[in-house]
């Protein structure tokens, strides 16, 4: 194939060559590997700049030589086909062919395009490596056994996995180090409670860390169980999920291999008609990428709120000072990666309406027909939930530091700690005190010893912050 001129370059200075098709002719970029339908498919949906990525590439990739390896071991598919195709396809896996995956994300529903895009560049780069003396066709050869309708669901499925492994599992798991480390260090430091965004009564500051903990640990429980949907593998279904024009062990053996090469358990699906009419499984993962969404957003909020001012806010955190916080007022420093957290939480949301709508209303019948916006949404909510929650530990729940002048201060000037007093004194004559501290703008425990409500002592002992924070009376 000749090469692109370099430099900027209108498309008349591209040299093409001429690609058939079962439609016809079609004038292809010549140093593009991809052919006639890859070509039919960037001109009919010029609709965004959306491509898919490293990961669906990835898994593409893998399909495509999971199945040339089965069709070999099979003996359908000719060995002089099968090693260059399986040449070729590990180029796809290395990444070393991106550049020839040009259809948009909005484009036939089941992907085909996709499917025919890698066909067609696994066949042509194939064909290079025999230095043209295999005839390999991107549809008898490179896609036998297989059909857009299963390769596009099992690649999605393969690359969330990887994906959910590789980039979302770790960052939650660094996140729930950097909270539970805090959690300990914090554990001693008392601060006022707030319900409402109101006073409540005491708690730890590790207290109240250990809940975002938590709250990271079941998001990784959540992943986990949900992957187990993900790993069933529609691939062998072909069509309509009966399996037409595949050897009945196909499914089971390329899938297989494929968990094979990725180290990962996927099986083959339960049922085929499921798997490929419905892609219930991906609205699952996404509902509970979403949940997880809604987690790192009260934990980013709550931490810009605590370390909100310095002077003239709540101020008992003191975050990171990762970069200046305006342009005009100097000195200024904002809490710019708890606000990237809550961006990356407002897509994942956005995502998982699209994605809760494929599921909704794109599948009719034997076939999902918006898998490639599905696929294109879930991994990339999977992706930034990842790289965010790793960011969020490194670069700011790291680096917190209590202020605990600031923390002791607003704790012992909370009226909710007349709570305490309840027990002793009743709930009416304890709003009695919450009232006149408030008017009188003293503080609770000065205004109890002076009410004579109860002995001085046993007033500093029932107003001990650092008790309130367990279970007594």
Known sequence: MGEVKSGSQSSESIAFRTEKDSMGEMQVPESAYYGAQTQRAVENFPISDLR??????????????????????????????????????????AGKLDEHFVVDIFQTGSGTSSNMNTNEVIANRAKEISKGEAAIHPNDHVNMSQSSNDVIPTAIHVALARELHSVTLPGLQALSQSLGAKAKEFATIVKTGRTHLQDATPIMLGQEFSGYQRQVDLAIERITRSLEAVYELPLGGTAVGTGLNTPPTFAAQAIAEIARRLDLPFVEATNHFEAQAAKDALVEMSGQLKTIACSLAKISNDIRWLGSGPRCGIGELQLPEVQPGSSIMPGKVNP????????????????DAAITMGGHSGSNFELNVMMPVMGHNILESATLLGRASSNLATKCIDGIKPNETRLNELAEASIAICTALAPKIGYDASAKLAKESFTSGKPLRQVAKESGVLPEDEIDAILDLAAMTKPGL
């Open 52 to 93: 898919f990525t490293r990961p669906m590439i990835f898994a593409l990739g893998t399909v495509k030589a999971a199945a040339a390896t089965t069709n070999l071991k099979l003996g359908i598919l000719d060995d002089s086909f099968a090693s260059h195709i399986l040449a070729a396809a590990e180029e796809v896996v």
């Open 336 to 351: 710019v990666i708890a606000e990237s957290v809550l961006m990356v939480c407002a897509q994942v949301v956005g995502n």
